[in-house]
């Protein structure tokens, strides 16, 4: 399912209300994933301006738009197997 954020999904909320949701985490393969502290200037960092991830198939606005928490060093195997776990309901990710 791919979302169409063309337009307003709500009359209530703004254009991409869903970009003001994002979560700065700590996303490894030893750690559970964990929420940043606010005030650390990474994750004000990675709020504005997006995560170093692997963009070789897909922008980082792609990749925040089909996923359900925003994520830091997600790559595109991370962010399908996340959004295999949700059922493919927040996006879609290809393959390259």
Request: overall charge negative; hydrophobic content about 30%.
């Amino acid at each position: 399912m791919l979302m169409d954020f063309s337009e307003p999904t709500t009359s209530m909320l703004p254009n991409h209300f869903d970009d003001n949701d994002r979560v700065p985490m700590v996303f490894s393969e030893s750690l559970h994933p964990r929420l940043m502290s606010q005030h650390d200037y990474s994750a004000q960092k990675l709020v504005r301006r997006g995560s170093e991830a692997d963009c070789d198939c897909f922008s980082t606005a792609d990749y925040n738009r089909s996923q359900v928490w925003f994520y830091q060093g997600m790559n595109s195997k991370k962010a399908e197997r996340l959004l295999q776990s949700f059922g493919f309901e927040e996006g879609l990710v290809e393959q390259c």
